[in-house]
């Protein structure tokens, strides 16, 4: 029993803890406007964190050795053309996925 329990116990808190988080804002603002700060970081951390994002996933390629980074840069442009010509969050991201799966595999 101990053995089951320990598991369960740790979801427990990571979903009261994720769930918390969530509605911290509506605890704190309810039915307020947003502040001026709440609104630039909405607009701007998004986009900042997707950029830290992609340079933390491509800061080990090997642009200097065969295959020179391809499947990599492929796959990114392939999840940023997708994104601005479908604005399909899902699309972008299976197709950005198969790409490089494929092109490591060829390559």
């Not at 598991?7 to 994720?18: G, Q, R």
């Not at 970081?41 to 391809?70: E, K, S, W």
Request: aromatic share 12%.
């Amino acid at each position: 029993m101990p053995e089951t329990l320990y598991p369960v116990a740790v979801i427990a808190v990571v979903a009261l803890v994720t769930w918390a988080l969530r509605a911290a804002p509506f605890a704190l603002f309810g039915s307020r406007p947003l502040p001026r700060t709440m609104r630039y970081l909405g607009r701007t951390l998004p986009p900042a964190i997707m950029t830290v994002l992609v340079i933390y996933c491509l800061r080990n390629t090997a642009f200097d050795q065969f295959p020179f980074g391809i499947p990599e840069l492929a796959a990114c442009a392939l999840v940023a053309l997708l994104h601005v010509f479908k604005n399909n969050m899902y699309l972008s991201i299976v197709a950005g996925t198969l790409c490089y799966m494929v092109l490591i595999r060829v390559l």
